[in-house]
Nanobody, 115 residues
């Protein structure tokens, strides 16, 4: 059983930064593709950033140049560094792990960007 626990969300002013963390239990982390998704109020969940086991990354266009996904396999943790935040980034952010065709999800952490 894989469990994912997100942390690091909160309230931040426009232009500010936050770093989200996702700690994974289980022994599959090093081979899993990890991702951050988000769901804003009234909108569908969308993929924000992905990092493969080999370290290749991919970002949705709206966060390119502002967000950075990284992973520490020794700590079974994936991070999302978010800079230059704007109100459109307000959402619940979910950690996702995909391995061997199975998806695992965390419960999410709320990020609110507001003055």
């Amino acid at each position: 059983q894989v469990q994912l626990v997100e942390s690091g969300g909160g309230l931040v002013q426009p232009g500010g930064s936050l770093r989200l963390s996702c700690a994974a239990s289980g022994n599959i982390f090093s081979i899993a593709t990890m991702a951050w998704h988000r769901q804003a109020p009234g909108k569908e969940r969308e993929s924000v950033a992905t990092i493969t086991a080999g370290g290749s990354t991919n970002y949705t266009d709206s966060v390119k140049g502002r967000f950075t996904i990284s992973r520490d396999n020794a700590k079974n943790t994936v991070y999302l560094q978010m800079n230059s935040l704007n109100p459109e980034d307000t959402a619940v952010y979910y950690c996702n792990a995909e391995v061997a065709g199975r998806d695992y999800w965390g419960k999410g952490t709320l990020v609110t960007v507001s003055s």
